[in-house]
Structure formats: C-alpha cells, structure tokens
C-alpha cells in the first residue's frame, strides 16, 4: 500500500524543523571542508521565505518539506528534504512527481539545482531532467511538461501507475509490443506493429478515458512513469458472455 502524502503551508512556527532537515546531511560536509556552520545557517534563513515553503505530512506526522517558486514558464524546486528516519522510501521521487504533475496543470516545466556531487541527479535523470547549464558547484536541470498526455483515471501502486496513454507514449508502445515474443500472446495485435497502429490506439485509449468509465489503461513505472506494457477489460471470455475479461500485456525487458 502507497502511504498518502499531503502538502499543507508552512508556517513560521515549522522553520526550526526545516533547518534542522537541511543541517543535518549538510553537517559532515560542512565539517569535512572546514566550513563555516553558522554562515550557512544564516544563508539558509536568508533563503528561506515562508510563503514559498509546503510541509510534506504523511499520517499526521511531519516528515519533510520543499520550497518552490513559479516563475513565467517554470516552476522552481529551490529545496526538497526529507527527514532522515524517512529516507530511502521513494518519498523523494513521489514529491518529484507532484510537483511534475502540479505544473503541468499550467503547462509549466520544472527546475531544479543540483550539487555536482550529489547523486540524486540520477533520479532527475530518470524522471525526465536534462541538464540545461552548470556553474562551479551545481548542474541546473529542466523538465518540459508533457504536452499531450491525457488526462484520465489514475491508479497507483507502489511499482506502478495504472493510466490513459498520452503521445508521448508512442515510441514505447511501438518499441515493446512490436517484439513478437509479446506480439504474438496478444491476439487484438496485428504484427508487424507500425507507428500508425500506435497513434490509433494511443487514440483509442484517450477516447476510453474521456467517457469517465475506461476499460483500457497503459502500465507504466510510478517511478518514471515509462510505459512498460497494457492492461485492459476488453477481452472476450470466450462463452459469448457480457462479462469482460482481464487482458494484459508487458514488454519483454520487464
């Protein structure tokens, strides 16, 4: 079971609480360095303004927060953290994601700064980032909203998203369900499998989620929200019975 994570506005009485998750992993490196730890500490104050601060709940309990702000195009992720006692749990890439799908609802990228050294730009990598510049110390990345994904009912797991297909899509689905070892177990598809077989069913699937009562639904990865395969409840049971019957497929590399 997915654990729910709300957002709530901070309030000034929560920035003890967001310093302390920012000093924490900063402190061995301040210290490595032989940095000066009260010169961050009043640059972090000076950076922190409340209004642009969301706290992350998760059960009624306090367990991060992030501090973004909007700019014409772009919606910028100026800090992401995550208590310690929480990590490790895809929180992170989870907080990733609704700020993805935030501005995309204003048809706005997303950007970030990353410290060279820090390894959670593969995770940005992987949810769709490409660096657009750098300075000495960080890489500034960018993600462009996903223009044509549909909207549609979602279903989540903790591997998983259950969604429409939107023509972003396209490249996977051909990729995939081309490979006869899929192919061939799928009876609906024809075989060889052509980028018009794809536009056409990416359609499909659209119009399915537009009534509001879908049948068919792409799997994707909730990580990175890459299409991996199909399922459906469009299937015959082969009695000549009214009911549907589960169908599904997976591309061979998953």
């Known amino acids: 079971m997915v654990e729910e994570l709300t957002l709530r506005p901070a ?3 929560d920035f003890a609480f967001c310093q302390r998750t920012y000093l924490e992993p900063m402190r061995p490196t301040i210290e490595k360095l032989g940095l000066d730890e009260a010169s961050h500490l009043a640059n972090f104050a000076r950076r922190w303004q409340v209004e642009q601060v969301r706290i992350v709940m998760m059960h009624g ?4 927060w992030l501090q973004t ?15 310690t006692s929480f990590q490790r749990q895809g929180i992170g890439s989870r907080l990733i994601r609704i700020l993805i799908e935030e501005a995309a609802r204003e048809n706005k990228a997303v950007t970030l700064g990353v410290v060279k050294t820090n390894p959670a730009r593969r995770l940005y990598e992987r949810l769709g980032f490409s660096v657009t510049h750098e300075d000495q110390y960080k890489f500034y990345m960018r993600r462009h909203p996903d223009r044509t994904r549909a909207p549609g009912i979602v279903i989540e797991t903790a591997r998983l998203r259950i969604r429409s297909l939107g023509d972003d899509d396209l490249a996977d689905l051909v990729a995939l369900i081309d490979n006869w070892e899929v192919a061939r177990w799928v009876s609906s598809v024809p075989h060889p499998y ?13 119009q399915d989620h537009a009534t509001g009562r879908p049948r068919r639904f792409a799997v994707a ?5 890459r299409l991996i395969g199909g399922v459906s409840l469009d299937g015959s049971t082969g009695d000549r019975s009214e009911e549907p019957s589960l169908g599904y497929w997976v591309g061979q590399p998953y």
């Open 221 to 225: 990865l909730q990580e990175t929200d």
């Open 69 to 83: 702000a909007a700019t014409d195009d772009a919606l910028f992720l100026a800090q992401l953290f995550v208590d």
């Open 11 to 13: 309030q000034l009485a």
């Open 61 to 64: 309990q306090v367990i991060g």
């Open 194 to 206: 052509s980028e018009a077989d794809g536009r056409e069913w990416i359609a499909l699937v659209r």
